[in-house]
């Protein structure tokens, strides 16, 4: 079991371009997230999902996209990249709601908007 | 504004010895309350959690003590251990699906 992945690790863009962030779990789990952390703050959640074909808003949705069409994989796009999107991200799933089942974390990605 | 706060963002303590870390919260709706554990490149894990129902739970040498009157929740760890350093992050989930992190606590265990 690899648990959740994320895909890449690192990278860095110029403003105004575009990227998708590919977070993969082998778990079978339903519900899968993403997050932002930034310095001094706890994770704030961007989106999430609680099946295959459904997207939900979160905490801080503004300038990303997201997309489940698979139930393993959950895609993170940024349609033209800022340097307030400059964070570390995670990926996280559940194989049920927060309240009763543990999030599983990916390792994050780090990214660099110039 | 956040809901969750850690107002310590570092502790450092003798191994051995107990680390105690604290977390307040403003909303009244969190009925559910977590403590995560992240190690340098890799993703939080979870440690530990309480129900609003209770005041405390045990998990091995990790306790989590709510009071709910004082919106405040504190995580010991005893003994410390030198694999207890890492950052520690607690969060709380109101009737949606959406965990809201305090910023964490850096814990350093010195031998």
């Known amino acids: 079991n690899a648990g959740v992945t994320q895909t890449p690790k690192f990278r860095v863009l110029k403003t105004g371009q575009s990227m998708t962030l590919l977070c993969a779990q082998d778990?079978?789990?339903?519900?899968m997230y993403w997050y932002r952390q930034d310095p001094g703050m706890g994770l704030r959640l961007i989106h999430y999902?609680?099946?295959?074909?459904?997207?939900a808003k979160g905490e801080v949705p503004d300038g990303y996209n997201v997309s489940r069409l698979k139930k393993q994989n959950f895609l993170l796009g940024l349609e033209s990249a800022a340097p307030s999107q400059t964070s570390v991200y995670f990926c996280a799933s559940s194989r049920d709601a927060p309240s009763t089942d543990t999030q599983y974390f990916g390792p994050g990605t780090r990214l660099t908007v110039l | 504004d956040q809901q969750v706060k850690q107002n310590s963002p570092s502790l450092s303590v003798q191994e051995g010895r107990i680390s105690i870390l604290n977390c307040d919260y403003t909303n009244s709706m969190f009925d559910y309350f977590l403590w995560y554990k992240k190690y340098p490149a890799e993703g939080p894990t979870f440690l530990i959690s309480?129900?609003?129902?209770?005041d405390k739970n045990e998990d091995g040498r990790f306790t989590v003590f709510l009071n709910k009157s004082a919106k405040h929740l504190s995580l010991h760890i005893v003994p410390s251990q030198p694999g207890d350093s890492a950052v520690y992050f607690c969060?709380?989930?109101?009737?949606?699906?959406?965990?809201?992190f305090g910023a964490g606590t850096t814990v350093t265990v010195r031998a």
């Open positions: 778990m079978n789990h339903e519900y």
């Open positions: 999902s609680v099946g295959e074909g459904t997207t």
């Open positions: 309480i129900s609003s129902i209770k």
């Open positions: 969060a709380a989930l109101s009737n949606d699906y959406k965990l809201s």
